[in-house]
C-alpha cells in the first residue's frame, strides 16, 4: 500500500476506533472480546483498503465485517460457555448511578438473545440505522430484519423480565 492509502486508513482508524468498539461492545457484551473483534474487523479493512472504491461505505463495511465476525465466533464450539447469576470475582452490579445499573441490565439481557437477533437489535436501535440500512449491513432482506426485530425484542423482554419492573421510578 502507499503512503497516501496507508495516511488515508490511519486517519479512518482513529476516527472510528471508539464507536467500532462500542458496536462491538454491544453485539457480543464483553470488551475483551470487542477489542478482539474491532482488530479482526480493523485488520480485515485494511488487508481489503485498496479494493474499496467507495469510501463513503467504509462504515457500513466495518459493520457488516463486524457483525459476521461475532456471529462466527457465537458459532464455534467453545465459545458456547455459560454464564452464571454472578462471576466470583464480582461483588455485585454498580449502584452509583441509575444509568450505569440500565445499562449493565441492558448487556446482560442481550447476551441471551441469539446473535443474529442481537446484531439487528443492536444496529437498529443503538447504532440508529432503519430497516433498509440494517438489511445492507446484514446482507438480508427487510422482511427478514423485521422478523428478527421482533423476535430479538420478545427475547429480550422474556430475559429482562421483573429487571425492567425494578428499573421503572417509583409512582
Same mark, same amino acid.
Given at each position: ?17 471508539e464507536t ?8 457480543? /457484551? ?21 479494493? =474499496? ?17 461475532? =456471529?462466527?465466533?457465537s458459532?464455534r ?7 452464571t ?24 439481557g ?20 432503519? =430497516?433498509? /440500512? ?17 423476535? /430479538? ?7 429482562? /423480565? ?10
Amino acid at each position: 500500500m502507499d503512503e497516501a492509502s496507508e495516511r488515508e486508513f490511519a486517519e479512518y482508524f482513529r476516527a472510528r476506533l471508539e464507536t467500532v468498539r462500542r458496536t462491538a461492545y454491544m453485539l457480543c /457484551g464483553d470488551w475483551h472480546r470487542a477489542d478482539d473483534h474491532a482488530q479482526a474487523a480493523f485488520v480485515s479493512l485494511h488487508r481489503h483498503w485498496q479494493k =474499496i472504491r467507495d469510501r463513503a461505505a467504509l462504515d457500513a463495511w466495518m459493520r457488516r465485517t463486524l457483525v459476521r465476525a461475532v =456471529i462466527d465466533e457465537s458459532r464455534r464450539p467453545w465459545r458456547r460457555e455459560r454464564s452464571t447469576a454472578e462471576p466470583a470475582d464480582t461483588v455485585g452490579v454498580p449502584s452509583a448511578s441509575d444509568a450505569v445499573a440500565t445499562r449493565h441490565v441492558l448487556v446482560d439481557g442481550l447476551r441471551t438473545v441469539p446473535p443474529r437477533q442481537r446484531a439487528v437489535l443492536v444496529l437498529r436501535y443503538l447504532e440508529g440505522l432503519d =430497516i433498509a /440500512g440494517t438489511a445492507a449491513a446484514l446482507g438480508c432482506s427487510e422482511g427478514t430484519v423485521k422478523s428478527q426485530t421482533s423476535h /430479538g425484542l420478545a427475547a429480550l423482554r422474556a430475559s429482562l /423480565g421483573d429487571a425492567l419492573d425494578d428499573l421503572r421510578p417509583a409512582g
